[in-house]
């Protein structure tokens, strides 16, 4: 089934009120629920024949060789006291003891998905009651994890993290701390919403928000230290502001230079390319690989040039 843009969820992304950075220790309630509703379609229910008559559609083999096989690797009997094969993962995913177990779970039921579903003649399926394509429910699964904020994705028949837990870690948190000074909290606002639009799908305005926050930052540190520039200043002027007033030191080789070449068009050029001009005639889609790069490029800017400020 795709994934709609209702009502309330269009509210709470014009509002911001969406998942603002990645988070891997955590499955949301509404994302397991959503996983559920998915699990239903992509493998079918799981059916108990009222009589040695009746043959209610159903994939009741599927949910007990799943049931069964995250069952024995994690060392359990069963994943849950009570209900059919079915009912248990469903209690799993629900109520599990850790993130990676109920992603234990994920993977091996999308792999079925994947593997078995996907090579399946259509009479298989209408019989194990499934309703859509295994593509599809793939493809559904990744984007709840986007829009719950979630870095993890379904490819190559494995659960994986959509980005580096290093680059998270130890850039884009670190750049929000920062961020979180007094002064500073224009730029934090759209740092903020740049990963806001990233989880909405909005890729042209991540992009434009994440410059918006490198070019901010620039301009709150110039506002501290008392460096004037004109209205309108670029990142390009804001950059060789900064420098000229000793920020940056001077001291380091021709390779610092390059440093300072890329702080001064990387982020602006994405952003001129992807974000700021008409995009004429023909709609023109921002790839999310473009937005991710611009939101990491932010980061790790952010990082350089407040951590250059706060330097004794």
């Given amino acids: 089934m795709a994934v ?7 509210r709470r992304a014009a509002d911001g009120n969406v998942p603002d950075v990645s988070v891997y220790d955590d499955l949301p309630s509404g ?5 559920v509703h998915i ?15 009746s043959n209610p559609v159903n994939n009741n083999d599927a949910w007990v060789f799943i049931h069964d096989l995250v069952a024995r690797e994690h060392g359990r009997f069963s994943l849950a006291e009570r209900g059919n094969a079915f009912e248990r993962c469903v209690d799993y995913v629900l109520h599990r003891t850790s993130v990676d177990a109920a992603l234990d779970l994920v993977e091996v039921s999308f792999r079925y998905v994947s593997r078995v579903i996907g090579r399946s003649s259509p009479g298989e399926r209408r019989k194990w009651g499934v309703k859509v394509e295994p593509d599809s429910a793939i493809k559904e699964l ?17 659960i994986m ?10 850039i884009t948190l670190p750049a929000l701390r920062r961020l979180r000074r007094r002064g500073f909290e224009g730029p934090r606002e759209e740092f903020l919403a740049a990963h806001g639009h990233y989880r909405a ?10 410059h918006n926050a490198f070019e901010s930052t620039l301009k709150a540190i110039c506002g501290e230290r008392g460096w004037g520039f004109p209205p309108g200043a670029s990142a390009s002027n804001l950059i060789q502001i900064v420098r000229n007033n000793g920020l940056l030191p001077e001291y380091l080789d021709q390779s610092f230079n390059q440093l300072v070449a890329t702080l001064k068009s990387g982020l602006p050029k994405v952003r001129g390319e992807e974000g700021a001009h008409g995009q004429g005639a023909t709609p023109r889609e921002t790839p999310v690989y473009v937005a991710a790069y611009a939101l990491y490029l932010a980061a ?13």
């Fill in 161 to 170: 993290r959509v980005d580096s837990e290093y680059v998270h870690s130890e």
């Fill in 39 to 53: 699990w239903k379609e992509a493998i079918g229910p799981f059916n108990r024949p009222h009589d040695a008559f």
């Fill in 31 to 35: 994302l397991c629920v959503q996983i």
């Fill in 201 to 210: 799908g909005r890729n042209k305005e991540a992009v434009t928000y994440a």
């Fill in 142 to 158: 990744n984007e709840r994890f986007r829009r719950a904020g979630v870095d993890y994705c379904f490819v190559d028949d494995m």
């Fill in 300 to 312: 790790a800017t952010i990082l350089f040039l407040v951590d250059a400020h706060l330097e004794p």
């Fill in 4 to 10: 709609h843009n209702l009502f309330s969820y269009r």
